[in-house]
């Protein structure tokens, strides 16, 4: 068996926003997909896509549809519908979520101005739990979307880098990682996982779990951060 057909692939979607105050969400998360070759279905959302290019070319279809690649927030109900079917056909003992959930509002004040060692510090932790959960002994490659992460580039691949490199250490690994940043519309993978970040803070954040439930077969655990922990991290 060639050595690359064992690699572990890890895709970030991050949900929610840094502002503490009562205009932010009431949640931060980092969510994480995790899979491995072959990719099933990818052919199938593709093409869903052309086909909803197609109907722009049925003057009874009503507006036109122009779409580069899919995003839940974007998406209409009918698109978000098709796509949530689809990822409820995957096999669940090939696809795993990871979700670290931060509930902002019990996060000690001091801590909410330090937001660039919060975010840092939590998303360094939140690695080392989805490693330690899977239980990694094999090479793996995490990919996460180029655009949201322009402004954040540097602290997040420092804190993954940090983590990954502690879990390495502190578990005698001899495996090599890569981190990768590339477009949404590059990769069906995030965009899927978009989707399924989206469906897991909308039931946190709303209350509304309808499309939660269509994947949540796939959720290895949700971590659900409360309060602080001491010295470099929050604990639950």
């Not at 000690?108 to 919060?118: G, V």
């Not at 502690?166 to 940043?181: G, P, Q, T, V």
């Not at 996982?193 to 469906?199: L, M, R």
């Amino acid at each position: 068996m060639n050595i690359l057909d064992d690699v572990v692939y890890i895709f970030v979607d991050e949900a929610g926003d840094m502002d503490f105050s009562t205009n932010g969400s009431k949640y931060y998360m980092f969510n994480f997909l995790v899979k491995q070759r072959p990719f099933k279905v990818h052919e199938h959302i593709a093409n869903y896509r052309y086909s909803l290019l197609e109907r722009n070319l049925d003057p009874t279809k009503g507006s036109r549809l122009d779409i580069e690649y899919f995003h839940a927030h974007n998406d209409n109900k009918y698109i978000k519908d098709e796509l949530f079917n689809t990822i409820a056909t995957f096999d669940k003992n090939r696809v795993k979520v990871y979700s670290y959930i931060l509930e902002k509002p019990k996060v000690h004040p001091q801590k909410r101005k330090e937001k660039e060692r919060f975010y840092i510090d939590n998303l360094n932790y939140a690695i080392q739990r989805l490693l330690g959960k899977l239980q990694i002994d094999k090479n793996f490659i995490i990919i996460t979307d180029r655009l949201p992460v322009q402004k954040n580039k540097k602290k997040q691949v420092g804190a993954l880098k940090k983590g990954i490199k502690e879990y390495i250490k502190s578990n005698k690994l001899d495996i090599r990682y890569d981190i990768f940043h590339h477009t949404s519309a590059s990769s069906a993978n995030l965009q899927i996982v978009d989707y399924i970040s989206w469906a897991i803070f909308r039931k946190y954040e709303r209350g509304d779990s309808g499309y939660y439930d269509k994947i949540k077969t796939y959720i290895l655990d949700e971590d659900m951060m409360t309060k602080d922990r001491d010295v470099n991290h929050y604990e639950k």
